[in-house]
């Protein structure tokens, strides 16, 4: 059995559910219960969220034979594959999910695992990953510390050392809204951002049943900083910032034009490897977006660009 992301088993032909916006990549898991304890995921070992969930998304099961024959003939309508992996006892039995995918299509593969080794990675690699995403998920080591198992400073030095080896092949996610100041996240994406590693923001979801179930989402403004300030990094634009004795931006060494030249809309759509969407991973339909899963329009754009801007010093938010 394999689980498929239920947006993908519809674009896959293995689900009617309704849906205005289709995913771009087929997002598939790996069966079982994972051994580790990432305090906000419902597949954690001490989750008593509902195990079809992973964020808020249901991801029903389905025999491999039939998931892999829909991938191959289906194939060009996504632009990736993404395998998240659910670690079981034996730590890297997911390698021959890896394989599979490959002989069945042609697509980019991306590999997300929770590692601590540098062999994984590269036994990933052989398998067919073109991707290896190492999440990160908190912004410093004191929330690391609260929320996962392991250090942050051995998880980034893996990060890099993977980076290091398989240039452009390594990415990342890191989650906005765990109780980071955004200095420490602005920090974090630059060195991510130094090591060419890929980053796929996500926004806090709190979802019942795991331990984190309590905590808020983020406040959409601090969501649009950040996602602000990773474009103008990740496209080489290092302004200087501002920041309160807290670590929040007051201030960026921008003038307002000069912002508007550089800022697209892309800075508001979902980040990670190129062609995955994940339409509705931390919000609702109809709630409003915090990763924009399409372009978004020119109104959607001017509304996020000014929330990410308001109260920021010298700036007409
Ligand atoms: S960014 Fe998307 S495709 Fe890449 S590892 Fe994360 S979920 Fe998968």
Known sequence: MIRVAVGSAKVLGLSRIKMDILPTTAHLMTPGRCVHDCKFCTQAKSSHADQKLLSRISWPEYEEEVVFSALRDKQDRFQRVCLQVVHSDVHDDFLEYVRKIRTVCDLPISVDIKADDIKIVRNTIEAGADVVGLPIDAANSQIFKRIKE???????????????????????????????????????????????????????????????????????????????????????????????????????????????????????????????????YNERPGETLYNYPYGPSKDEFQRALQKAISGLEGYIG
């Not at 130094?194 to 019942?208: E, H, Q, S």
């Not at 808020?216 to 302004?239: A, E, G, S, T, V």
């Not at 200087?240 to 004795?245: A, F, L, N, R, V």
């Open 150 to 280: 392991g250090s942050f400073s051995s998880q980034m030095e893996l990060i890099k050392q993977a980076a290091d080896e398989f240039d452009g092949k390594i990415s990342t996610h890191l989650i906005i809204g765990l109780g980071e100041s955004e200095k420490d996240t602005v920090d974090l994406i630059s060195e991510l951002h130094r090591y060419d590693v890929t980053l796929g923001l996500f926004a806090f979801t709190p979802i019942k049943g795991t331990l984190l179930e309590d905590m808020n989402p983020p406040r959409l403004k601090q969501y649009r900083r950040i996602q602000l300030l990773r474009f103008l990094i990740y496209h080489n634009f290092d302004p200087d910032i501002i920041y309160d004795d807290h670590g929040n931006i007051t201030g960026l060494d921008m003038d307002y034009k000069e912002l508007m030249n550089v800022v697209e809309p892309s800075a508001f759509q979902t980040t990670g490897c190129p062609g995955c969407n994940r339409p509705f």
